[in-house]
Structure formats: structure tokens, C-alpha cells
């Protein structure tokens, strides 16, 4: 890498026991992984996907079609098991990891996000954002490519006369490949090409990259129409549901919520060291790797940190900043004058999340009283899992059942039931909403609800109803509610 070569301090964290010790810890992960992949509940929207896989589509309400891809891949190797699902979170969780340290000049902080819960509980999570950090984390070495070959060329007065640019078609072909495949995964991909403006636009002539550029972007296009002519068939409304689920808006105090959420999750460091990305960039603006990684770490955390001052964001939003991070921040380590209060900073930086992971799987063990039922989510989901068994297994296998939300609609596919729906009106519009199937289309149905729920206007058509079961929930000995299996028929139609 081009910055270990620019004179760093003789004094380095790094040595070669250290980088032993981080592929040691990444065999490690790997079979933490797989281990906690086959104990951990599913979650609901890993089921959601699941149901994508089964029905392969040029995109979906929610996302595009990259995360159904990846999981019909790896369930048609290892089955359709919980291990089948997420493998292809596990291996590329050990991928990127394995990418930064190729990038950072240490090992030190890499360590210790190893070991957060971000990395340990959440990189066996299979959802769109897996796929996305792969390709972005990807198109970001592309960029760096890109920006290694500029530097040089835009130094040289002579070799800007004779060369009008030093970047050939072939690599814009790459680059729009990889933006192409981004956007399928996910559609916060469309922030990477504006990081790589910024970068191209403050430094070189726009004749030298603009062509090349524009190109890249026709390629990326190609690649997304699918995405585009499944929302054209809908009227754009997975677009605009995606649009208007991130204008909810919030109180200026939630971006103090979203800095807590995302420093228990992965620490303060991105947040701590922001100020010292921005006054070091003058400073370090001629080493290539650095302007190139600050450009793709400062815009999206920027952009995020703006949006959450006023409006609602998911925890998983803005993992796309700190990929360019890591990197950043050993780079920034090296070259401090004041290491003792660096490394203090770094280690401090760490503790909430590092107590976190240590309370959570002490938890997984033993279930810790101080943590109440009720705010226990992974016992919850395996409660929710075993409550779906038992219903499912009450319902012969074509039937029609109607469920309240998408959830429960996953989980219920997933256990064999073709034939589950997601009530009209009901829970937020999915997948399932996008042609609806009305129930009175059927002789018979069953409804799956909350005990007590009145009947909802889409069974009005049926005269008669029966409660086959009614299953309480239960989490850690508690009762948390109870969920009522009703059969409806209607005789006319019977007959």
C-alpha cells in the first residue's frame, strides 16, 4: 500500500506476531460464527428473504434482488437450514475483515472490532446489507486503484500534456461492474459514486475522468434496469416506500440516540476521530490511499450524521462509512505525536462495545436476570420460532392462512405453509401486499392473530368461524401475550 511507503514512524504497533494474531482471530471468528449461526433464533427479516430465494425476481418491495440471490446460492449447497441462510454472511464478514487488514498499516484496532458486537453477533446476520458491503468495500479498492493512478499523472505537467488521461475503459468497466452489483444488493450504493466525485472533482481536471465516469455509470445502470422495470410494473411504490421510510421525522435529540446505538454496537472511534480525518487531510491530501479513504469514509458519515439530526435511522444505514475507516484510523495511529493518549483513546473507545459482547454471550450461556424478558429479543425470536412450529403443524400444508404482518408470513413459508399470506390493511406493506390475495377467494382459511384482535373487514365474506388453538407466548417463563388460531368457512361456498 502506497502510504506504508511514505515514511512512517520507525516505531510500529504492527509487527509480524501481531498480524499472526489477527488471522488467528479470524479463524476464530469464523468458527464462532458458524457455531452461533445454528444456535441463534432466526430473525424475522432473515426468513423474509428466505421467501425471496423461493421466488426469484427481478427485484423486491423492499430491497433489490442481490440477498436472494446469495441465500438460494448457499441454501442449494447446505440446505435450507438456519447455517444454509447465513453462510454467505459468515464468509463475506471474514472477507472484508480480511480486505481491511490488507489495507491497514496494523492489526491493533482491527483486533478489537473483532470483538464488538457488530462483528461477532451481527456478521452472521443475513440481510441485503451483506452483499452491499462486499461491493462497496470492493468498488473502494477500485477507487483507490483509480486514485493511484491519477496522482502521478496529475503531478506531471508533461505526462498531462501527451496523456489525457491515465485511466483506460477497461477499468471504468470494472468500476461500473461493481457500482452495477451494489446497486442490486442495496440502494444506498448510490451514495459511492458521489464519494468518488469528490475525490475526482477536487483534484484533476474534469476532461481527464468525466468520460470514464460517465461511462461507468451507464454500465452500473445496465446492471440495475431490472431493479428499475420492477418498479416501473409497480408504479415506483417499493421506490418511494424506501423514499418515505427515511423521511420520518424526529427530534434534533435522536442523533445522540443513533451516536449511543452505533457506539454500543462498533465504538466512538468513527465518531472520536472525525474531527482528526478533517484537520489531517491538508496535511496528508498527497498520499493518494489516504484522500481516496477519507473521501469514502467523510461523505457517507456526513450524510448520515445530517439525516439523523432530523430524521429516522436504522442502526445498519450507515456501515458503509466505517468500511474506509479502519484503515484511516491505524494510518492516523502511525503518524501521532502523542501515541500514549491515542492508544488510550482507542482502548476507551472500545469498552462500551466490548462489554456489551462479554454481557451478551455470558447471556447466551445463562440468562442474566438483570436483563427482564420482555427486553430480551433473541429469546423472544426463539419463542416466536417454537410458537410458529406449533401453530403450523395444526394447519394442513395448502391451506390458506392469513397472518397480521410480514413477519409472522416468513415464518410461516418458511416452515413449509405455500400458502400463508399477509392480511390486506394489516402491518406494513411487504412483498406479500404487492398482489395481494384476497381470502374470500377461498372456501376456507385460517387466520393466525393476537387473542382478542377484532376480525378484520377482509374475512367479513366468510359466515362462520372456529377457534382451532390458542398459544401464549412465552419468553423465559413469562407470558408475554397469546396468539389465537382461527378457522373460517363459509358454507355457501362449501357446498
Not at 142 to 164: C, I, N, Q, S
Not at 251 to 269: E, I, K, R, V
Amino acid at each position: 500500500m502506497r502510504w506504508a511507503q511514505q515514511g512512517s514512524p520507525s516505531s510500529h504497533w504492527t509487527t509480524a506476531l501481531s498480524d499472526q494474531w489477527y488471522l488467528v482471530g479470524l479463524v476464530s471468528i469464523f468458527i464462532a460464527h458458524l457455531f452461533l449461526a445454528v444456535t441463534l433464533p432466526p430473525a424475522e427479516d432473515e426468513l423474509y428473504y428466505w421467501t425471496w430465494s423461493q421466488s426469484l425476481s427481478g427485484s423486491y418491495f423492499d430491497h433489490p434482488p442481490m440477498v436472494a440471490w446469495w441465500i438460494l446460492f448457499t441454501t442449494k449447497l447446505l440446505g435450507n437450514g438456519l447455517l444454509g441462510i447465513r453462510f454467505s454472511a459468515i464468509l463475506a464478514h471474514l472477507f472484508i475483515l480480511f480486505g481491511l487488514g490488507t489495507l491497514s498499516p496494523n492489526k491493533n484496532i482491527l483486533g478489537l472490532l473483532l470483538l464488538t458486537p457488530l462483528s461477532l453477533f451481527g456478521g452472521i446476520l443475513m440481510s441485503p446489507d451483506v452483499p452491499l458491503l462486499v461491493f462497496w468495500f470492493l468498488y473502494l479498492r477500485w477507487a483507490l486503484g483509480l486514485e493511484e493512478r491519477f496522482a502521478p499523472w496529475g503531478d506531471d505537467p508533461v505526462t498531462r500534456v501527451y496523456r489525457k488521461s491515465p485511466v483506460g475503459w477497461g477499468a471504468w468497466l470494472k468500476g461500473g461492474l461493481l457500482l452495477g452489483l451494489g446497486l442490486l444488493s442495496k440502494y444506498t450504493m448510490a451514495l459511492a459514486p458521489f464519494c468518488l466525485i469528490i475525490l475526482l472533482f477536487t483534484r484533476y481536471r474534469w476532461k481527464a475522468w468525466l468520460p470514464g465516469f460517465i461511462f461507468h455509470l451507464l454500465i452500473a445502470l445496465v446492471l440495475f434496469s431490472p431493479v428499475l422495470f420492477f418498479n416501473l410494473k409497480y408504479q415506483f411504490r417499493p421506490l418511494l416506500f424506501q423514499w418515505n421510510h427515511t423521511q420520518g421525522s424526529v427530534p434534533f435529540s435522536f442523533l445522540f440516540t443513533y451516536l449511543g446505538n452505533q457506539t454500543l454496537l462498533l465504538g466512538a472511534l468513527p465518531f472520536l476521530f472525525l474531527p482528526w480525518v478533517i484537520i489531517s487531510f491538508s496535511k496528508f491530501s498527497r498520499v493518494p490511499s489516504f484522500r481516496a479513504l477519507a473521501c469514502f469514509y467523510l461523505a457517507p458519515l456526513l450524510f448520515f450524521l445530517f439525516k439523523a439530526t432530523h430524521h429516522f435511522l436504522e442502526a445498519n444505514w450507515g456501515l458503509v462509512a466505517y468500511l474506509a475507516f479502519w484503515p484511516i484510523a491505524t494510518f492516523l495511529i502511525e503518524h501521532s505525536s502523542f501515541r500514549l493518549f491515542t492508544k488510550t483513546l482507542v482502548l476507551t473507545s472500545f469498552l462500551a462495545p466490548l462489554l456489551v459482547s462479554g454481557i451478551a454471550f455470558v447471556h447466551l450461556i445463562r440468562p442474566l436476570t438483570i436483563i427482564s424478558s420482555h427486553q430480551d429479543r433473541i429469546a423472544k425470536l426463539r419463542a416466536q420460532f417454537d410458537l410458529s412450529l406449533k401453530a403450523a403443524s395444526e394447519i394442513p400444508p395448502l391451506s390458506p392462512v392469513y397472518l397480521s404482518s410480514y413477519q409472522w408470513t416468513s415464518y410461516f413459508r418458511y416452515l413449509g405453509l405455500t400458502q400463508a399470506f399477509q392480511l390486506p390493511n394489516q402491518g406494513r406493506e411487504s412483498q406479500y401486499t404487492l398482489n395481494p390475495t384476497s381470502p374470500c377467494d377461498f372456501e376456507s382459511v385460517f387466520l393466525f392473530t393476537s387473542s382478542g384482535s377484532a376480525v378484520p373487514d377482509s374475512l367479513n365474506c366468510f359466515k362462520n368461524h372456529k377457534t382451532i388453538s390458542e398459544y401464549p407466548l412465552i419468553i423465559r417463563g413469562a407470558e408475554h401475550g397469546k396468539l389465537t388460531l382461527t378457522k373460517f368457512t363459509n358454507p355457501k361456498k362449501a357446498q
